[in-house]
């Protein structure tokens, strides 16, 4: 079980990914969706070290 799904309504939601874009795009869009799910998390850890930073040196 994946974020609340199960198996069922992941082969769903491939299924009609791969209807939608094409079996060529796919690799595409999973390659651009792991980037951008990195810089995000880049992003988080970043503004989560800028606001303990300034709490740490008061202390």
């Known amino acids: 079980m994946i974020g ?28 651009s969706l792991g980037k951008s799910i990195k810089e995000f998390k880049k992003a988080g850890q970043e503004i989560s070290g800028e606001i303990k930073e300034p709490t740490n040196d008061k202390g």
């Open 4 to 31: 609340g799904l199960g198996l069922t309504e992941l082969i769903v939601i491939f299924g009609i990914a791969l209807l939608v874009f094409g079996a060529a795009r796919i690799p595409e869009i999973a390659r």
